[in-house]
């Protein structure tokens, strides 16, 4: 035991309304006998969410000896709850800058094969102001310098391509050379198939537009994981939101455990290599 800050409820003042239970998702509270407890140390992370939801203000913190604080227990208690009491907790850490919790409640639920719920903001250099990456352009008929390579042979081995649409189980990721690429580099880079998707397993996403980047996030760290990826090898466009597939990927290969190199190269809008 150690001292940490811990929920403490006064029971002359609780008066049974029940409405902190819903604002704990990790557990820790629970009605009896006609008044809210604390069931477990283990279970409260002393942040408090329950305070501000008490009509009669019969909840507050205090610093005492309690058990650490359980993230594997309280995942593990939240689960049978479903999506929405996950994605609450998920949040709550994120919101408070647990990230240590964050990484083990997913590694958790990656591990039993459980969609993670997206919790947070995709990462991106745009989530203020406008976005470089979306300013009109033209670009002019003679920007392409690189001679295009014309085999007129297709290189896509498999489908889906989309990283919601994959699934995470598919064999032919076993033991696969992996291309991540951007949505846009198909569009920009002319010999996209001969360059860069010749002999690889390709997933594509937009970390700027996409739903669901937790999900995003715990399908990598599966596949990193489970299927012996030989290599990774990122291609993504130069506005600055794309450099959030870099941060979704590095968090995949954490979460997964995996230490692993990866291959960026930076597309121009213009089309060519940076």
């Known amino acids: 035991m150690a001292k940490r800050q811990i929920i403490k409820i006064d029971a002359e003042l609780c008066n049974g309304c029940g409405n902190c239970i819903p604002d704990c998702p990790e557990g820790a509270l629970q009605m009896i006998d006609g008044k809210a407890r604390l069931i477990s140390d283990l279970f409260c992370d002393g942040l408090g969410a329950c305070i501000g939801n008490c009509p009669v203000g019969a909840i507050s913190t205090e610093e005492r000896e309690a058990d650490e604080y359980d993230e594997a227990l309280v995942i593990e208690?939240?689960?049978?709850?479903?999506?929405?009491?996950?994605?609450?907790?998920?949040k709550h850490l994120n919101d408070h800058g647990l990230d240590k919790y964050v990484n083990q409640a997913i590694q958790i639920l990656t591990k039993?094969?459980?969609?993670?719920?997206?919790?947070?903001?995709?990462?991106?250099?745009?989530?203020?102001?406008?976005?470089?990456?979306?300013?009109?352009?033209?670009?002019?008929?003679?920007?392409?310098?690189?001679p295009v390579l014309a085999s007129g042979k297709s290189q896509l081995k498999h489908w889906p391509v989309q990283?919601?649409?994959?699934n995470q189980n598919d064999p032919s990721f076993d033991n696969a050379d992996?291309?991540?690429?951007?949505?846009?580099?198909m569009a920009s880079y002319p010999n996209f198939h001969e360059k860069f998707l010749k002999?690889?397993?390709?997933?594509?996403?937009?970390?700027?537009?996409?739903?669901?980047?937790e999900r995003y996030i715990s399908k990598l760290a599966y596949i990193f994981k489970n299927k012996n990826i030989k290599s990774i090898?990122?291609?993504r466009m130069e506005v600055p939101c794309c450099g959030g597939m870099e941060v979704i990927v590095?968090?995949?290969l954490e979460i997964a455990g995996v230490s692993k190199m990866v291959k960026l190269d930076v597309i121009s809008i213009s089309g060519s290599i940076l």
Do not use: M, W, Y
């Not at 208690?77 to 998920?90: C, D, E, Q, S, V």
């Not at 002999?199 to 980047?213: E, N």
């Open 112 to 146: 039993k094969g459980i969609d993670i719920p997206q919790f947070r903001d995709a990462p991106s250099v745009c989530a203020t102001g406008g976005c470089p990456g979306s300013a009109p352009q033209t670009i002019p008929d003679n920007h392409n310098i690189e």
């Open 163 to 166: 990283l919601h649409l994959i």
């Open 77 to 90: 208690n939240i689960i049978p709850a479903g999506t929405n009491t996950i994605k609450a907790h998920l």
């Open 250 to 252: 590095q968090k995949a």
């Open 178 to 185: 992996i291309l991540i690429a951007a949505d846009g580099v």
């Open 199 to 213: 002999g690889k397993r390709l997933i594509i996403f937009c970390p700027k537009l996409d739903q669901g980047v």
């Open 233 to 235: 090898h990122v291609v």
